[in-house]
């Protein structure tokens, strides 16, 4: 189970703000939404919580509760820019540059596999899970990464991000690239994923009507600041972002 606590979180890029929370818990357990315009900060976001941008000031704290006492990380509070131990319970998926692009599918989800300590059927029991993702055309092509259709890079990336079974998964832009089909699979399968093991799943989408389909509740962004957030338990939900977004 994992909490997230931020603080007072700021990053500039030269005079512009690109986020600024001045305080926001994300509690275990719940699929948040995250929403915005281009340049609302998503990104930015997410690549402060994952420690590949330092944040200008600020905190944000991880708090790990488990249910074997044998975990290196179990039941502490986890700093990102000061330990390594949130990458033992966090998966996550931003764009292709995530991706080993010279490895085949198989190589690069064993090599996760590996880094995590994971047996080898444990990570085919992950494989066979988003096998109906994957519709035949990711396992067994006997090609590259690199080689592959911008939508199914999209498929190997995600899939990549739940091999480990974190309970923490950061999803930035999940269904761009994927036909409709592969969209709605994609929701039935984080759902699923959610049901069976209560992780805490952040995504941000541009498509409005899939983030508010599957999430528990929504944060809206807008100049790297979170305006709104909503509890996704009745339709004014919908009426209330479908009138943030209205031209």
Not at 90 to 97: K, V
Not at 100 to 112: H, K, N, S, V
Request: aromatic content about 10%.
């Amino acid at each position: 189970m994992v909490d997230i606590h931020i603080k007072q979180l700021l990053k500039k890029f030269g005079d512009k703000t690109a986020v600024f929370i001045p305080e926001y818990h994300i509690r275990q357990g719940e699929i948040l939404g995250l929403v915005g315009n281009n340049g609302a900060g998503k990104t930015t976001f997410f690549r402060l919580l994952l420690d590949l941008i330092k944040a200008d000031d600020g905190l944000i704290e991880m708090e790990y509760s488990c249910k074997n006492d044998e975990e290196k990380c179990c039941n502490k509070r986890i700093v990102p820019s000061q330990s390594e131990d949130w990458k033992l319970f966090t998966g996550a998926y931003i764009d292709d540059g995530f991706l080993i692009d010279f490895l085949t599918p198989e190589e690069y989800f064993a090599f996760i596999a590996t880094i995590n300590g994971m047996k080898k059927e444990s990570k085919d029991n992950v494989l066979a899970f988003f096998q109906p993702l994957m519709n035949g055309e990711i396992l067994g092509q006997g090609k590259y990464i690199r080689n592959f259709s911008a939508g199914n890079k999209q498929k190997i990336g995600i899939i990549s991000a739940f091999i480990h079974q974190p309970q923490l998964v950061i999803l930035d832009e999940p269904f761009n690239f994927l036909d409709p089909k592969s969209q709605n699979m994609l929701k039935k399968l984080i759902t699923e994923y959610h049901d069976a093991t209560k992780a805490t799943i952040i995504i941000s989408s541009h498509n409005l009507q899939h983030t508010i389909d599957i999430s528990m509740r929504i944060a809206l962004m807008e100049d790297g600041a979170i305006i709104k957030d909503l509890n996704n338990d009745n339709e004014t939900v919908t009426q209330e972002l479908q009138s943030y977004f209205e031209v």
